[in-house]
């Protein structure tokens, strides 16, 4: 059994479904199903970022990302059939790219306090602390975008596009919200505005680069804003 469809674009091969779910459950299995099964026990939300954490975080995206690129490497996937080339202009772009889902979060936000107070309450009451070192800060700027990106968009999605590219959106968008359930209802006011930016973006454009960028001056910059808090 396999993931069907027809696309014109440039795409990495078929993906049996059996590996397809034994990937997302290696992966994003690893990082939501503790966060869901520390909600349903009512487990507080929030966390803290400390150096440890997030060097541990980092060290389990390297290690899966490294085994899962090997193991489709041997089967054909290349980086060229999941993402244009990189251009100067990408940096850019990711720039424009943080910028709308910084402005869709925006609104998001503002609709979720008109229509959902209490949801919009509950997502500002989320703790998230911690004051990471900026060596750290920096380290995982540049390895969780492109471990994630990658996964989200150059695996789930590029998979799932030759189907339906509304299916492949929207499973980007549940994979990427999953991963953060530790953060409650925050996480899916954050999360989701800019996983759709940059899924309708990936899977219009065919291009990762940009994203990633976007990504990467995302993480840096609310991790400076977490380490100057008091």
């Known amino acids: 059994m396999t993931v069907e469809g027809v696309s014109n674009d440039p795409a990495p091969p078929r993906m049996p479904a059996a590996q397809f779910w034994v990937l997302l459950a290696s992966t994003v299995g690893v990082f939501g199903i503790p966060s869901l099964l520390r909600l349903t026990k009512g487990g507080a939300l929030g966390a803290t970022m400390s150096d440890a954490r997030l060097l541990g975080m980092v060290a389990v995206e390297f290690l899966l ?16 059939a999941i993402t244009q080339p990189f251009l100067a202009g990408d940096l850019l772009r990711g720039v424009l ?3 709308a889902a910084w402005v869709a979060y925006y609104w998001t936000f503002v609709l979720a306090a008109a229509v959902a107070p209490r949801f919009a309450a509950a ?6 602390g911690g004051r990471p070192s900026f060596a750290v800060m920096l380290l ?6 492109m471990a994630e990106e990658f996964l989200y968009l150059g695996v789930i999605a590029a998979t799932l596009k030759r189907e339906d590219p509304l299916l ?11 991963v953060h359930l530790y953060q409650g209802p925050l996480g899916i006011l954050s999360i989701t505005p800019a996983a759709i930016v940059f899924g ?10 940009p994203v990633v960028a976007a990504h990467s001056l995302m993480d840096f910059l609310g991790l400076v804003a977490l380490s100057q808090r008091a």
């Open 65 to 80: 990302g490294l085994l899962w690129a090997l193991r489709l490497a041997s089967q054909g996937w290349t980086i060229s």
């Open 97 to 99: 790219l943080f910028v």
């Open 123 to 128: 997502a500002r009451s989320a703790t998230i």
């Open 140 to 145: 995982v700027s540049l390895i969780n975008p």
């Open 168 to 178: 492949a959106l929207s499973a980007s968008v549940l994979a990427r919200v999953f």
């Open 200 to 209: 309708a973006y990936y899977l219009r454009t065919r291009r990762l680069w």
